[in-house]
């Protein structure tokens, strides 16, 4: 036993760094899954049972690369143009799940999505495109059925499809409609908003009219910023009111405005397309941005830094256009992303999200390999969704049976809904994942090394909100004192010069010569007491956590 303490304390110092709440760093680790002309997903219509399931074994086998490289949030494409991929009352199927639009295949993919996903720790955030809707033979082909038919006073002409209107007061309840029905139906974990933005000044789009009915004289830009943001309220309340958990995200244009020394160049999310996407993410319409920053050199980085100055206590991923990587494309080398990569987690960037799924899968550069065994090589949580008024989950109380070749542990379950729970195990150099959003309140682990069995393990609760508990730690002898305003020492065989208190960096914070040590003034965190002989010797003597 004096052998094996003093390597369980040094264990926990190591590891205490990580071992704050969460014990997992926050970061979205994304990539946009596309349904769109089965861009990513499925290669082929099925129109049989057998194609079927091969449609749903290929979303299986992705999903399976997906975790393996780390990535542990998935948009996927639910609303495509004014077609969808689930059964919808207000909006046809689209044509990519059984060959022709309106008809219906022989599963529900949104919700067989939303299974695997969870089933591999990952979530899965429903991808809504808001504004564009048909294309003019899709109209055709659907006939009564289409938007553009059913509500016209909605819909714009533009080039070779049409188009929502944001300034037509019901465009906002119609959208508010589709992605209430979505959260109401479906075990989602957010919503993803893309094209919530006027079209670019290329695209053809003429609301002169709807100006001159609903602009009251305002100034046009801020009428139409006006507009956007009325449709992002809607769909906030209309997605909150249902599950006040799931996230509520959007890409907007890469570029929030001009700089100071850098021009946008025109193209930018407030002045060109009307998103006041910083105003929704800092008013708490949003719980996170992905803004699309498909550049690089003087276009990325300085704007990737004005993100984060405009919001700096909320959640920005950037959005990378991992596409660029193809021969097809601008043929990018590896090192441009991952250059990017690189700098957005030195600038503590909430993560990322990549478009698209394909190219990562596909390996296209290396970039799966770089991303798998190098830079998402150890796991990650997402950043939490914002919570008012409700109560953090606390700890459980957990406890360990040590059993021949096996280690039980076992907690109360809480009393509040949608609690699941996180189990880690503590090692020298990390912390090992066991299980992510488990249901019940007991694991059993049969290690293949017989000695991993007495290192420490950890539990966390965490709510629907991902939002994890104070780590509740228990290993062979015990679970670590968690004092309140004092830590007392055992009486030792030596003659101690002074008592000092050291963080998980291995900085000093305190020194005493009496006992019990005051530690009432110290930060949340894990620490180890060490007492100073006449010698000049240190030794390790307790450990706590605050």
Not at 205 to 219: A, E, H, I, L, V
Request: charged share 25%; net charge positive; glycine share 6%.
């Amino acid at each position: 036993m004096r052998k094996i303490l003093p390597t369980f304390l040094a264990l926990l110092v190591s590891l205490a760094a990580a071992a704050q709440t969460p014990l997992l760093p926050r970061e979205y680790r994304a990539v946009w899954f596309t349904t769109l002309q089965g861009l990513d997903w499925p290669r082929k219509p099925a129109t049989t049972a057998a194609a079927t399931e091969r449609q749903k074994q290929e979303l299986c086998s992705l999903f399976d690369q997906l975790q393996a490289a780390g990535i542990n949030t998935v948009f996927f494409q639910a609303r495509i143009r004014g077609t969808v991929a689930y059964p919808s009352r207000i909006e046809p199927w689209d044509a990519v799940f059984a060959g022709r639009v309106g008809r219906s295949p022989d599963y529900d993919p949104l919700a067989f999505a939303i299974d695997e996903a969870h089933k591999r720790g990952m979530e899965l955030h429903a991808w809504v495109v808001a504004f564009p809707s048909e294309k003019f033979a899709t109209v055709k082909a659907l006939g009564r059925q289409s938007l553009a038919r059913r509500r016209p006073e909605m819909c714009c002409k533009s080039d070779d499809q049409y188009i929502l209107d944001p300034g037509v007061p019901e465009t906002a309840d119609y959208l508010a409609s589709i992605c209430g029905e979505i959260a109401r139906n479906y075990d989602i974990d957010g919503i993803h908003l893309d094209y919530i933005r006027y079209p670019e000044s290329a695209v053809a789009f003429n609301d002169s009219k709807t100006y001159r009915k609903y602009g009251y004289g305002q100034p046009l830009a801020q009428w139409r910023r006006d507009n956007v943001s009325r449709v992002v309220r809607a769909i906030h309340k209309a997605v909150k009111r249902e599950k006040p958990w799931a996230k509520l995200s959007c890409s907007p244009v890469g570029k929030y405005a001009d700089l100071p020394r850098q021009s946008s160049k025109g193209w930018n999310a407030r002045d060109a397309v009307y998103q006041d996407a910083v105003a929704w993410l800092n008013d708490g319409l949003m719980d996170a941005l992905f803004p699309m920053m498909y550049f690089d050199g003087q276009h990325f980085y300085p704007f990737v830094l004005d993100w984060r100055e405009r919001c700096p206590e909320r959640a920005v991923a950037p959005g990378l256009g991992i596409y660029f990587l193809s021969k097809n494309e601008r043929n990018w080398s590896l090192d441009v992303v991952s250059r990017q990569l690189t700098y957005l987690r030195n600038w503590q960037m909430d993560g990322y999200a990549l478009f698209r799924t394909r190219f990562l899968t596909d390996n296209t550069k290396g970039l799966y390999d770089w991303l798998k065994h190098f830079y998402n090589a150890k796991p990650a949580l997402t950043p939490p969704a914002l919570a008012s008024n409700v109560p953090e989950p606390t700890a459980p109380d957990v406890r360990l049976d040590l059993g021949d070749h096996d280690v039980l542990l076992e907690w109360t379950p809480s009393a509040a809904d949608g609690v699941r729970y996180n189990v880690y195990r503590l090692l020298p150099d990390g912390v090992e994942v066991l299980a992510l959003r488990q249901d019940s309140a007991s694991l059993r682990l049969t290690p293949a090394l017989p000695a991993s069995r007495h290192l420490p393990y950890a539990v966390c609760a965490i709510d629907r909100f991902g939002r994890e508990s104070k780590p509740a730690i228990v290993q062979f002898g015990g679970t670590i004192p968690t004092p309140s305003d004092t830590v007392g020492i055992p009486d030792l065989p030596m003659d101690v010069l002074r008592y000092e208190v050291f963080d998980a960096q291995g900085r000093r914070v305190s020194t005493s010569v009496r006992t019990p040590i005051d530690v009432r003034f110290l930060g949340s965190g894990f620490y180890e007491v060490r007492a100073v002989d006449y010698r000049g010797v240190s030794h390790r003597v307790a450990r706590f956590r605050r």
